[in-house]
């Protein structure tokens, strides 16, 4: 059994407490467990940065184990960008390390007086003075927390926040491993807020397994291994998405104005390759899919993936890799969310060329460098401009006024991943809904854009497949996404990566079911299926109690007022590279609001998008509801 460990750093007390066994299989934990305390804990009256706010750090019910890829930790807090449910994850080695060291979970709460960190041993906990780390980029607090054998992993894992946290940025990420992020929502922010520059875990037991367990993860690790969706994962990472999401005019650029850029040659898979040094991977991973970098002068970060790749790239109309590099290392050293940090960029240089936002030092014209890498450092260390971009760009487009806010690219103050809704239209949907704000990973609803008919088929109606699977067709992109919410969340509260589950669906909830039986937990995938939906329900339940409400789950003006065209992509035969060409089709939200009511029909959600009774019931969430809903 491990142990939750209660920290108040405000009286310097800690307190320990075994797991309530109940609420593990009720909740599962990771995710479902943070959302279950946040709930509990966090409620109307506490702002983000008050001392009262949490932050909760959860292990799954996989994770220290040899499961493939359980190399996931989460971060639940109240999100200083959403002022609502927050929630980050990252993998890497830190959650494993976490787990091995005894815990289910860290609840934070309260507020040092002065900089500290959180050392962690087996089952047990110290707060440690950490002045000489205020201050200090991510890096050299992880070299000077874990010593000689830092990248090693000999001496421990760390997660710990750079200035930006420091300075409580809107934007600001937790970072473990050097180059993990627990990014999106502003968990940086929080842990800022409190004082708190890292966490050290030194763990030295091992989970041992029984065989039944070793038998399941073998099978399942060699499935992932041999899964031919996975091949392009396994060779290139996630930037082999760049050329494909060109093609199909799903990848956002210039702020979302476009969904491809012409200089597509620079900046995919093959461009990236020639800054590759090394393969990389998360603890107990098979796919291996990330890479260790090095610019031209020698700077090296791990990765870019290609959420930051586009962010940093074509979406500020930047085709240059060396300085996408850049921006991906300084945002690591700062510790801030490539995702936001990119969208706030982009935002600043569309007001720019809208005669709205002008800058004394920087141009803010697209695709300038100098713009890019110089608002990075100016957003976290609150300086000029960087201290509207800051606070994220919803605030940002309050503060600027002259209709910014047309230009923020947001869902619930969260500003958007790298997808196109008006191409991809069940990531728009998701977007939208996401209880974290936009968000790809609350649902990854690829499986219709990458052509996944085998899943489908599996999981979906017969009748209804072939619409489903049209990306073009809107009738039935709810269904889509309201398995991939169940299915996310049911993946983050056992600590594994969606790249094994929901990214191409290589193994299905009925595939996990074996190692939880071998652990003592006996299931089946409908049966997680429904934890999931517990575990959305409740973020719901959450945020409805927060007073959102169904206007908060529309995505901007821009998707579903105007049209993109998508236009051919072909060899220029001058220069042998990729041009763009005559315009194919356009891409376009008919009707978004049609599938927000679908999408609350189904999930037993009045049409304000709360929860009915008869839903809570059954998702035995009644006590939850109650003065919430009516």
Known sequence: MRLTAFINLS????????????????????????AKILFDRVGRATQPFDPENC?????????????????????????????????????????????????????????????????????????????HLWGKPTSVTQDELLGAEAHTGRNGRVACIGIAGENRVRLAAIINDYGRAAARGGPGAVMGSKMLKAIRVRATTHQTTPPAFAAAQKRASQHLIRDPKNQSLLADGTVFLMRPKNLSGDLPAQNHQLG??????????????????????????????????????????????????????????????????RANALCNEYGLDTISTGAAIAFAMECHARAILSDAELSLDWGDAASILGLIERIARREGLGAVLAEGTRRAAARIGNDAEHYAMHVKGLELPRQEPRFAKGFGLGHATSNRGADHLYA???????????????????????????????????????????????????????????????????????????????????????????????????????????????????????????????????????????????????????????????????????????????????????????
Not at 96 to 119: H, K, M, N, S, Y
Not at 498 to 523: N, Q, R, W
């Open 11 to 34: 009286t310097d007390t800690i307190e320990y407490a075994e797991t309530d066994a109940p609420l593990q299989k009720k909740f599962l934990g990771g995710r479902g467990l943070g």
């Open 55 to 131: 932050l909760i750090v959860t292990t799954g019910a996989f994770s220290g184990t040899p499961w493939p890829t359980a190399s996931r930790y989460h971060v639940t807090f109240k999100s200083p960008l959403t002022g609502a449910y927050g929630y980050a994850n990252a993998g890497g080695h830190f959650g494993p390390e976490l787990a091995r060291a005894g815990f289910d979970a860290l609840v934070i709460t309260g507020q040092a007086r002065t900089p500290v960190f959180l050392d962690v041993t087996d089952r047990a906990v110290a707060i440690r003075a950490a002045d």
């Open 260 to 325: 491809q850029v012409p200089f597509i040659d620079a900046v995919d898979a093959a461009a990236l390759r020639a800054y590759r040094v090394k393969r990389l991977g998360c603890a107990v991973c098979p796919l291996r899919c990330s890479r260790l970098s090095r610019t031209t002068d020698g700077i090296e970060v791990e990765g870019p993936e290609y959420e930051t790749t586009d962010a940093l790239g074509p979406l500020c109309w930047n085709g240059d890799p060396e300085i996408i590099l």
């Open 444 to 630: 990854l609803p690829a499986m219709d854009v990458g052509g996944n008919w085998d899943t489908a088929r599996k999981i979906f109606p017969a009748e209804i497949v072939e619409r489903l699977m049209d990306p073009a067709d809107e009738m039935y992109k709810p269904d889509m996404v309201i398995y991939g919410e169940h299915y996310c969340a049911v993946t983050d509260a056992l600590g594994i990566c969606k790249f094994s589950t929901t990214e191409e669906y290589s193994l299905l909830p009925d595939d996990l079911a074996p190692g939880l039986d071998a652990l003592g937990m006996s299931t089946t995938g409908d049966a997680l299926l429904e934890i999931g939906e517990r575990i959305v329900n409740l973020e719901r339940l959450y945020n409805a109690r927060e007073g959102l409400t169904r206007a908060d789950d529309h995505l901007p003006r821009r998707f579903t007022a105007e049209p993109l065209p998508l236009r051919v992509s072909e060899t220029d035969p001058t220069t042998g590279g990729t041009r763009l060409g005559d315009v194919l089709r356009v891409g376009q939200l008919f009707d978004f609001d049609a599938m927000l009511d679908r999408y609350y029909d189904l999930r037993g959600w009045d049409r304000d998008g709360r929860p009915l009774g008869a839903t809570l019931a059954r998702l035995d969430l009644i006590e939850e509801g109650r003065g919430i809903i009516s």
